[in-house]
């Protein structure tokens, strides 16, 4: 397994034997002709984003396996393949056959395993925005930043919606150079945006009327939350199973309890956690119980809300 971006980019010249070629803009990473045909070109914005562009064909199956160690991003990436023979998708791959295009969401906490068959041809490209992008930019960007990656893990297609053209548009840039650049940065502020404006639909403070009936039932979803802890509902689940239109859904429930469903949702996994804590479950085990695909994810929630890792917590209120 191949753990962090900056671990992947060194694989690409260690283990890839790919030719690394450094332009004014980007560093392109060229196949050698034994592996197949095409680049990879990365650019960077000193710590706040990436952006992986991939051209190639293989001449075998190529199979990687990647685990986020940086700092934590979320990632997205688009793919399109061009291959006339049909494909058996492999089982809890990401398989660039499974579909002409395809967006992917990367949750900065999740396992990628990744496949690419041989004589197809595979365009792509990644887009990893750290925490740092929006700490530079945002009010309360550790807020943001956790919310989204819980609508990106719980509703990934509501994730990306609309993101497509934005991403097929990068990925087909016209320009070279220095003007390619500035075209794909301003691309990912586009991308920000969507993003950011996704937060900002769950975060509804206007206030409404809310019947007897309207109360009764939002009343529940804590309770609904607590219960499927570790798979919870969608926004759009919510509303279906309540019989509640997703505006009042989001605005009631904020004008009850003073927050958005989503930054709920993370008290109540911090709160189960500190329970949890006080036991003989490992960490690893407690991340699972909660719905995080990752010790890694669960740490960097659990610092960023307690001001300390569970390990420093457990440590600190260990029962004598």
């Not at 984003?49 to 001449?59: K, V």
């Not at 930043?145 to 016209?174: G, R, T, W």
């Amino acid at each position: 397994m191949i753990t962090g971006l900056k671990a992947y980019e060194a694989h690409l010249t260690s283990s890839m034997q790919m030719q690394k070629k450094i332009q004014d803009c980007s560093v392109r990473y060229l196949f050698n002709k034994k592996m197949g045909n095409g680049y990879t070109e990365v650019f960077k914005v000193r710590e706040e984003f990436q952006i992986w562009i991939t051209d190639a064909t293989f001449h075998e199956s190529v199979k990687l396996t990647y685990a986020n160690g940086d700092d934590a991003y979320i990632g997205i990436s688009y793919v399109e393949r061009k291959d006339d023979e049909k494909h058996t998708p492999i089982e809890n791959a990401l398989d660039v056959t499974a579909k002409d295009s395809q967006r992917i969401s990367y949750p900065t906490d999740e396992v990628i395993v990744g496949v690419c068959p041989a004589n197809v041809n595979v365009k792509a490209v990644n887009v990893y925005l750290h925490t740092s992008f929006f700490e530079n930019r945002l009010p309360k960007p550790a807020v943001v930043f956790e919310v989204l990656k819980i609508i990106q893990s719980i509703d990934p297609a509501f994730f990306l919606h609309n993101l497509n053209p934005v991403l097929s548009q990068m990925l087909y840039c016209p320009f070279q150079g220095g003007s390619q650049f500035l075209f794909l940065q301003g691309k990912v502020f586009e991308i920000a945006a969507h993003l950011v404006r996704l937060y900002q639909q769950e975060d509804v403070d206007e206030k409404i009327f809310l019947s007897g009936y309207d109360e009764e039932h939002l009343c529940e979803i804590p309770n609904i939350l607590l219960g499927n802890i570790a798979d919870p509902p969608s926004i759009g689940a919510l509303a279906r199973m309540l019989a509640i239109n997703e505006y009042k859904l989001k605005a009631g429930f904020k004008q009850l309890y003073g927050a958005t469903i989503y930054e709920y949702l993370r008290k109540l996994r911090i709160e189960k956690a500190l329970s949890l804590l006080s036991g003989d479950l490992s960490i690893g085990e407690i991340a699972a119980q909660l719905g995080y695909k990752s010790q890694r994810g669960f740490t960097d929630s659990f610092a960023e809300y307690c001001g300390m890792t569970p390990s420093k917590w457990k440590r600190a209120n260990k029962r004598v």
